[in-house]
């Protein structure tokens, strides 16, 4: 059988890169499935509950014959920014504001198990989005996601208390990926496994619901510091 990109329901302009990209058209029918609408603007990227509350089922129920009533709207720039938004929603399992993360925590304590599993979440979400977003397999590719990835954690500090010192954020990255890097690669590996359990719902054939090889946080962040030497 053959697989059709599914009609975007969002309106994506005619010269931005994903109005044909089929993994945007899987990752928006699969989203509106559970309730949350897609938005693609130029303004703040942003997840923001616009109905009830709603837990995202495990394992995924029977696609629906038609879409529920949206919980959330998420508002994204484009596809890397959506996959980044995908990983959150994927593994906390919760349509709500901002993923159902708890501001009043901050700043979260890298030293509790809360606090680094806040962390291994964002690193997930990161990996996820760089490892997704086009295939990784020439100089150019890799050149946008050093970049890419390093935009996406440049704001990770302020969550730390560590705005006005990035650099021992970074230290205490390095710290805590050397004491604890098994629980952090499981959760780059679920955020990839649970995204392509949620394309290949939204009907994705095998060569859109996942990569060939999936990316390690480890490879993103060696990169990262060889950049930086």
């Given amino acids: 059988m053959r697989h059709l990109a599914p009609r975007l329901a969002v309106r994506i302009t005619s010269n931005r890169p994903d109005a044909d990209n089929r993994l945007f058209g899987y990752l928006d029918r699969g989203l509106r499935a559970l309730g949350a609408h897609v938005e693609v603007s130029d303004g703040d990227n942003l997840v923001r509950r616009i109905g009830p509350r709603r837990a995202i089922p495990d394992p995924l129920p029977p696609f629906p014959r038609h879409p529920p009533p949206p919980s959330v709207q998420v508002r994204v720039e484009g596809l890397p920014n959506l996959l980044h938004e995908v990983g ?13 993360i708890d501001y009043q925590a901050i700043p979260f304590d890298l030293s509790a198990a809360e606090g680094r599993r806040v962390l291994f979440e964002e690193l997930a979400c990161c990996t996820l989005s760089c490892g997704l977003s086009r295939p990784l397999d020439d100089a150019r590719a890799w050149a946008w996601a050093d970049a890419w990835f390093a935009e996406q954690i440049e704001i990770q500090p302020v969550f730390y208390g560590l705005e006005d010192d990035p650099r021992r954020f970074w230290t205490a ?32 054939p095998v060569g859109v619901a996942a990569p060939a090889e999936s990316l390690s946080f480890g490879t993103l962040l060696r990169r990262a510091r060889q950049l930086e030497a």
């Fill in 88 to 100: 959150h929603l994927v593994l906390a399992r919760v349509l709500d504001d901002d993923h159902g």
């Fill in 173 to 204: 990255v390095d710290d805590v990926y050397r004491a604890h890097h098994e629980a952090c690669e499981a959760m780059v590996e679920a955020a990839f496994e649970r995204t392509a359990a949620l394309l290949r719902w939204a009907g994705a």
